[in-house]
């Protein structure tokens, strides 16, 4: 079975450009959440989307925009680049994102660099 | 101060030295605690859910202690494998609603030398 995919793998853009990030959840999860890591640090919570829903937001500012489509599949959007955006883009999938101990799986990430 | 925090690293250690991790969380809302493996330029695994009652998965066992709000991690026989980074992982309510978001510590580096 696939895991959860994300194009594009690497993304070069220079600031003031905007970019769109996109994820493919695991067959059957419903809800996805999309993490920025950048070098040195653990990933940082950005959105959470269940059922084409808005659930939670980080601590982000609004240049950063995401959507869930019916087949679940996500898009993140970032305009207005900076060079600080610069960082691994993760997505992650789970059946709902609700439960307690229920597990999410990350896809391998988009490399963003911002010239 | 940090919602996760974890010994910062870098740890070298070498083949069959057993290692510990440790992590505070912040949050008392958070009701459950993870490790995930994170190698070079990769995406984080998930490596083992912690439980209170402390859990053994082969060489690797985690331990939380809700009273005090940490979380360890011990590494036996650490093979070369093992190099990685290890980022505690805490799962806790939205301030609305009833989603959950996975709060990340900056994650620890362990490097096992042959």
């Known amino acids: 079975d696939a895991g959860v995919t994300q194009s594009p793998t690497h993304l070069i853009k220079t600031r003031g450009q905007h970019v769109t990030l996109r994820c493919s959840p695991i067959?059957?999860?419903?809800?996805v959440s999309w993490y920025q890591q950048v070098l040195g640090q653990g990933p940082q919570f950005i959105f959470q989307?269940?059922?084409?829903?808005?659930?939670g937001r980080g601590n982000f500012p609004d240049r950063f925009s995401a959507r869930q489509f019916p087949n679940y599949s996500s898009e993140l959007n970032v305009n207005a680049l900076l060079l600080g955006d610069s960082a691994l883009y993760l997505c992650a999938s789970s059946l709902d994102g609700t439960g307690m101990v229920e597990t999410q799986y990350f896809g391998p990430g988009t490399r963003l660099l911002v010239l | 101060r940090k919602e996760v925090e974890q010994d910062p690293g870098p740890f070298n250690v070498p083949e069959g030295a057993t290692v510990a991790f440790n992590c505070t969380y912040s949050?008392?809302?958070?009701?459950?605690f993870f490790w995930y493996r994170q190698d070079c330029r990769k995406e984080p695994k998930l490596l083992m859910s912690v439980y209170s009652s402390g859990n053994e998965d082969g060489r690797f066992t985690a331990q939380l202690n809700r009273a005090s709000q940490y979380i360890s991690l011990l590494i036996r026989d650490s093979k070369l494998s093992d190099s990685a980074t290890y980022l505690c992982v805490v799962n806790s309510p939205f301030s609305s609603g009833s989603a959950r978001q996975l709060t990340f510590g900056s994650g620890t580096q362990l490097t096992v030398l042959p």
């Open positions: 949050n008392s809302a958070s009701q459950s």
């Open positions: 989307y269940y059922e084409k829903e808005e659930r």
């Open positions: 067959s059957g999860h419903k809800s």
